[in-house]
C-alpha cells in the first residue's frame, strides 16, 4: 500500500512539473506570436501577418468598427498601419487560459511619433487560439482606457 501512495505521489508530481513546463511554453509562443503580429504591422508584411491569425479572425479597433475575417483584419490592419504611421507597442501583463487551447493576452498597447497627430495609449486584449499545435490570434480589443 505505501509503494502505491509513493508511486502516486511521484506520478502527480511528474504530471504538474509537465503541465507547468507546457503553460510556460505557451505563454513564451503567445508572447512570441503578439511580437510577429507588432513586426508583421512594421514591415507592412501582409503574408506574415496572414500567417499568424485564424480565418475567421475579428478585431474592433480603437474606432469601434468590426472587422470580420482574415481579409478585413489583414487589409485594415496594415491600411491603419499605412494611414497613422508610428510606432507600436504591446506589453502583455497577463496570459489567461481559458482552455488548454485558448488563451487571453492583455496589456497596455501603444502608438508613439503618429503622423496623424498625438500619441496614442490603449489596452488591448488579444484571443488566441491553438491551431494545428500553433497560437494564432482569433480575437483583438483595443480599447482606450477611462
Same mark, same amino acid.
Given at each position: 500500500?505505501?509503494?502505491?501512495?509513493? &508511486?502516486?505521489?511521484? &506520478?502527480? #508530481?511528474?504530471?504538474?512539473?509537465?503541465?507547468?513546463? /507546457?503553460?510556460?511554453?505557451?505563454?513564451?509562443?503567445?508572447?512570441?506570436?503578439?511580437? /510577429?503580429?507588432?513586426?508583421?504591422?512594421? /514591415? =507592412?508584411?501582409?503574408? +506574415?501577418?496572414?500567417?499568424?491569425?485564424?480565418?475567421?479572425?475579428? /478585431?474592433?479597433?480603437?474606432?469601434?468598427?468590426?472587422?470580420?475575417?482574415? %481579409?478585413?483584419?489583414?487589409?485594415?490592419?496594415?491600411?491603419?498601419?499605412?494611414?497613422?504611421? #508610428?510606432?507600436?507597442?504591446?506589453?502583455?501583463? =497577463?496570459?489567461?487560459?481559458?482552455?488548454?487551447?485558448?488563451?487571453?493576452? %492583455? #496589456?497596455?498597447?501603444?502608438?508613439?511619433?503618429?503622423?496623424?497627430?498625438?500619441?496614442?495609449?490603449?489596452?488591448?486584449?488579444?484571443?488566441?487560439?491553438?491551431?494545428?499545435?500553433?497560437?494564432?490570434? +482569433?480575437?483583438?480589443?483595443?480599447?482606450?482606457?477611462?
Amino acid at each position: 500500500m505505501l509503494r502505491v501512495f509513493i &508511486l502516486t505521489l511521484l &506520478l502527480t #508530481g511528474f504530471t504538474a512539473t509537465q503541465a507547468s513546463a /507546457q503553460a510556460n511554453d505557451d505563454e513564451a509562443n503567445i508572447r512570441q506570436v503578439v511580437e /510577429q503580429y507588432l513586426e508583421s504591422r512594421r /514591415q =507592412r508584411d501582409e503574408q +506574415a501577418l496572414r500567417a499568424i491569425l485564424t480565418e475567421d479572425v475579428d /478585431q474592433i479597433p480603437s474606432s469601434g468598427i468590426l472587422r470580420d475575417g482574415i %481579409d478585413a483584419v489583414a487589409n485594415g490592419t496594415l491600411a491603419t498601419s499605412d494611414r497613422t504611421g #508610428g510606432e507600436r507597442s504591446i506589453t502583455i501583463e =497577463r496570459i489567461r487560459f481559458i482552455s488548454p487551447d485558448v488563451a487571453i493576452a %492583455d #496589456g497596455p498597447y501603444d502608438i508613439v511619433n503618429r503622423n496623424d497627430g498625438p500619441d496614442r495609449h490603449y489596452l488591448t486584449s488579444i484571443t488566441l487560439l491553438r491551431e494545428n499545435g500553433s497560437w494564432k490570434i +482569433a480575437a483583438i480589443r483595443n480599447m482606450q482606457p477611462r
